[in-house]
């Protein structure tokens, strides 16, 4: 875990379960129910960022209980590395990370606007993913 200069996160002591990591969890369920709803009407691109959300805020969720005062990022791979969280989640925050910026603005991606460049299996994808961090979340939280 790097909680020195420069990491995302300000740490103040040991765990503590507060009001905020349960509001962030249930953030993030909500914005998972989302990105489902957003794959029954073939929005890929709203998927994979809801899932990129899903995620972070999960991650978020388990820094407050862990008793981090504040995140100051938005990247699921930096959250997780401050957090010493590793392997298949780090891999997943890899991933979920490139569809922050890419889904949401049309220059973003050379040849097409994120509307029409998402395709169906990105979103399979960024749904299986996201629901790895919500697994850990709750089970962070209900170990706190």
Partial sequence: ??????SPISFHGGPVMDNR???WLKQAQGENKWAKDA???GNWALVCFLCQQTSE????????SMGVTQVR???TFEIAESLGINGELADAS???DQYYMTTRYPDALPGGV???MFVKSQAEEALR???LFLLRARAELDDG
């Fill in 114 to 116: 994120p509307c029409e």
């Fill in 21 to 23: 990591s349960s509001l």
């Fill in 39 to 41: 794959f029954g009407s």
């Fill in 129 to 131: 993913l996201a629901e």
């Fill in 73 to 75: 990022s938005h990247s």
């Fill in 57 to 64: 805020k999960a991650l978020k969720a388990i820094a407050f």
């Fill in 1 to 6: 875990m790097y909680h020195g200069i420069g």
């Fill in 94 to 96: 890899r991933i979920l």
